[in-house]
């Protein structure tokens, strides 16, 4: 992991330019998402919300380069993004563990991927495994761990060849609230410590303004932006105390409000 400082900065990396997505089932054309206009800066934490299926995981996988919009451009850097995007890491709801692999070698495999010596990739894994809080669980498999853990590790996988961006698809959506809440303080502090980007995406309204540096809000299928909230809390928040912050409150209940009645029980 590089530690070396980064540079406040705030120019635009990823952009997306009137992006439209459809799908093609029963020889019909679906569309998921519809003119999309929106700019992340670097080193911000963006949350995305909006009703179960108006296309907020789509967005994502065209940001990774998994799938082209249908109309539109998204750029990165100033690139617009042709393949797949080596830029940036995601992780989804799914850890995607290898049950054979104990944690450590879990860690490994992007390491393994990009050829790194095994002097260099050992100390790597042991970096990781402290910055997440795994230190003593090197050598237990993901059916020996918690869901906590798992998390954990799978959070480790994604840093281990340092994407600048990470994607992030209802990554806590499986988990109990103490355990939300410990990941979601863990992957505050990464970010913020390492100046990474990251869009996530929750239909957990609380979760989304506790994150966040904007909220970008999304209307029902297809999926449209319809507001953008600017998240007045501080860059190094203390997410065990916001439930007394008069501004989260303010800003989570005014969220409550824009989407009632249209949030879905359940993941995307």
């Not at 540079?7 to 089932?25: G, H, N, Q, W, Y």
């Not at 990781?128 to 480790?156: C, D, H, N, W």
């Not at 957990?204 to 904007?214: F, G, N, Y």
Request: glycine share 8%.
């Amino acid at each position: 992991m590089d530690t070396k400082p980064h540079p406040e900065a705030r120019a635009d990396l990823l952009t997306f330019s009137d992006v439209s997505k459809s799908f093609t089932v029963d020889k019909k054309d679906r569309p998921a998402v519809y003119g999309v206009n929106c700019s992340i800066q670097e080193g911000e934490i963006i949350t995305l919300v909006g009703p179960s299926g108006c296309g907020k995981s789509t967005l994502l996988n065209m940001a990774a380069g998994l799938y082209k919009p249908t109309t539109g451009k998204i750029s990165y850097r100033g690139t617009q993004i042709e393949g797949l995007n080596h830029r940036i890491g995601y992780i989804t709801q799914s850890d995607h563990l290898l049950p054979w692999r104990d944690v450590a070698s879990n860690i490994l495999v992007p390491l393994e991927i990009m050829g790194m010596a095994k002097n260099e990739r050992k100390d790597r894994v042991a970096e990781l495994i402290e910055l997440v809080g795994l230190e003593g669980f090197e050598k237990s498999y993901p059916g020996q761990l918690s869901g906590g853990m798992r998390k954990r590790t799978a959070l480790a996988r994604l840093l281990a060849y340092d994407p600048e961006t990470l994607l992030m698809d209802e990554p806590f959506g499986a988990l109990d609230a103490q355990l939300r809440l410990m990941l979601q303080i863990e992957l505050l502090r990464i970010a913020r410590r390492f100046k990474k980007t990251v869009l996530f995406v929750t239909h957990d309204l609380d979760e989304a303004v506790a994150l966040a540096d904007r909220c970008i809000v999304f209307g029902g299928r297809p999926g449209t932006i319809v507001d953008t909230l600017n998240i007045p809390l501080s860059k190094d928040r203390d997410l065990m105390t916001l439930r007394f912050n008069k501004e989260y409150v303010e800003v989570c209940a005014k969220l409550w409000q824009q989407l009632s009645g249209t949030i879905a029980v359940g993941a995307q």
